[in-house]
């Protein structure tokens, strides 16, 4: 099959517009959405510091060469590599090993931080001490806090992290499921910045897994292709099971729910407006309450962690 927009081989048939592309017109495709899409969440014409979530896998390694070709020619614009480490045995090194990697073939810096200083325990202690809890729960609240904590100590004034098409559609349809109206209305990509707080970009917003993934093997973009051993206990892989089956049978599915929030994304957040924020009694980090969620965790498990150790012997 040739492309619909040159005699070229086809590499892509982009089953919700109907057309068929080669190598140079997909590639094409994908950096004008990222780039229409970066244009459309950030204003960059007075320069800025921007932090890229750097897990080394497919997405977050799209989104720093996107944003390395994008911003080249801006000498006002910084980049630099973030990469949160969970602390899982079998799966993180590898990816930290990647991110690296990207980060001196890009020719940027790269700052690791660990759940061991922001945290206090590592994922892999965490499931082991609390193997009831779903390992998302406490790894979500952690990382959030660890990246932003991150953002801030290396002086960036954004966040670009790699969530996806499918990622974006998601986080909605759980939302919607849950009726969590106020989270659903806080969704990144974030507008308004708030006191300690860095504001989130997401380039790959409208581009759908798939194409990311053809689009980094086309490339030729290193990546770590592995998933997370915890993430099978994950809710979102149930919404992830309806959402593929949604697209399958209706294919633009997913941009339909995306452009459908976009619409109702004003209202919501008029109903809801941003959460007045106040420093965390115990480490110091934003939060609309007197503790944040990341130090209620980090209490529980500490808890969990002392019963066991005080526990007799035999």
């Not at 590639?27 to 921007?50: C, N, P, T, Y």
């Not at 979530?53 to 630099?80: C, V, Y």
């Amino acid at each position: 099959m040739a492309c619909d927009r040159c005699p070229a081989p086809a590499v892509e048939w982009v089953r919700y517009s109907g057309d068929h592309l080669c190598r140079d017109h997909f590639l094409a495709f994908v950096e004008r959405r990222a780039k229409r899409e970066l244009r459309s969440q950030v204003d960059l014409r007075g320069g800025a510091r921007i932090a890229i979530g750097m897990s080394g896998g497919k997405d977050s390694s799209t989104t720093a060469f996107l944003l390395s070709d994008l911003l080249r020619a801006r000498r006002d614009i910084e980049l630099i590599g973030i990469t949160i480490d969970e602390g899982i045995t079998s799966y993180r090194p590898r990816g930290i090993d990647a991110a690296k990697r990207i980060c001196e073939v890009l020719g940027i810096p790269h700052r690791v931080l660990a759940y061991e200083e922001t945290a206090g325990h590592t994922m892999d202690e965490v499931v082991t001490l609390d193997p009831g809890a779903i390992p998302c729960s406490y790894c979500g609240p952690f990382r959030r806090q660890a990246l932003n904590r991150a953002a801030r100590e290396v002086e960036a004034d954004y966040v670009a992290t790699g969530l996806n098409l499918d990622d974006t559609a998601q986080s909605i349809l759980m939302n919607v499921a849950r009726g969590d109206v106020e989270k659903l209305a806080r969704l990144g990509p974030h507008e308004a910045r708030q006191p300690g707080l860095v504001p989130r970009i997401q380039p790959l917003r409208m581009i759908p897994e798939k194409e990311v993934y053809l689009y980094a093997l086309l490339r030729g973009i290193p990546f770590h292709d592995a998933t997370c051993p915890y993430a099978e206990r994950a809710q979102r892989g149930r919404f992830r099971e309806i959402l593929f089956r949604l697209e399958e049978d209706s294919p633009g599915t997913r941009h339909a729910i995306v452009s459908g929030y976009d619409q109702m994304r004003s209202l919501l957040q008029m109903q809801f407006p941003p959460a007045s924020l106040r420093a965390c009694a115990r480490c110091g980090e934003p939060t609309a309450h007197e503790v944040c969620k990341a130090c209620e965790l980090r209490d529980r498990i500490g808890r969990i962690a002392q019963d066991a150790f005080a526990e007799p012997l035999g």
